[in-house]
Antibody, heavy 123, light 107 residues
């Protein structure tokens, strides 16, 4: 059974830093691109960042570029998101998400999501 | 970036009724569209991919259709477990974007 368990969410002051972790199990972690997607309270979903299987390629939404850094440790089956210069608008539940490729079209989607970890940025 | 607009924002229906949810893209996404279901306090669940293919374990009462800019998610006969928020999402271009969601609530 695929499991994605996020941790590290907390209350942090504006301008502060935080590192999120996602422990993966139930699949070969090192073979899949992984992502972070966030959801502000009562709002929709917003893409944050992604990383290729070997970590060689990373992707960021414009809103977090230069402030967030995604990384992974395949030996520990763990995904990370280092967040700095946090702003009030970064307040959200952050989900760790596994990418999956459609057999029919080779298009990629998000097939498994963790339960999320809450980041609150407030003074 | 591609903007996805979902309608209606809220759909009030009774169990057993048919639900029809719409997702419109600001430009063509071909068939690179997915639908997700999210229940309160839970993570989203993939329902439909490639606009019309059901994900593993998804009941046949869920169906997706459309291509280009106009897409529909249909739930043929609502069951109590289906009352939730539904999001569409495109992977045609970077960055991946989501619609704002349609809440299906019990009437």
């Amino acid at each position: 059974e695929v499991q994605l368990v996020e941790s590290g969410g907390a209350l942090v002051q504006p301008g502060g830093s935080l590192r999120l972790s996602c422990a993966a199990s139930g699949f070969t972690f090192s073979k899949y691109t992984m992502h972070w997607v966030r959801q502000a309270p009562g709002k929709g979903l917003q893409y944050v960042s992604g990383i290729s299987p070997n970590g060689g390629s990373t992707y960021y939404a414009d809103s977090v570029k230069g402030r967030f850094t995604i990384s992974r440790d395949n030996s520990k089956n763990t995904l990370y998101l280092q967040m700095s210069s946090l702003r009030a608008e970064d307040t959200a539940v952050f989900y760790c998400v596994k990418e999956w490729r459609s057999i029919e079209t080779a298009l990629v989607y998000f097939d498994y999501w963790g339960q999320g970890t809450l980041v609150t940025v407030s003074s | 970036e591609i903007v996805l607009t979902q309608s209606p924002a809220t759909l009030s229906l009774s169990p057993g009724e048919r639900a029809t949810l719409s997702c419109r893209a600001s430009q063509s996404v071909s068939n690179s569209l997915a639908w997700y279901q999210q229940k309160p306090g839970q993570a989203p669940r993939l329902l439909i991919y490639d606009a019309s293919n059901r994900a593993t374990g998804i009941p046949a009462r869920f169906s997706g259709s459309g291509s280009g800019t106009d897409f529909t998610l249909t739930i043929s006969s609502l069951e109590p477990a289906d009352f939730a928020v539904y999001f569409c999402q495109q992977r045609s271009s970077w960055p991946p974007t989501f619609g704002q969601g349609t809440k299906v609530e019990i009437k």
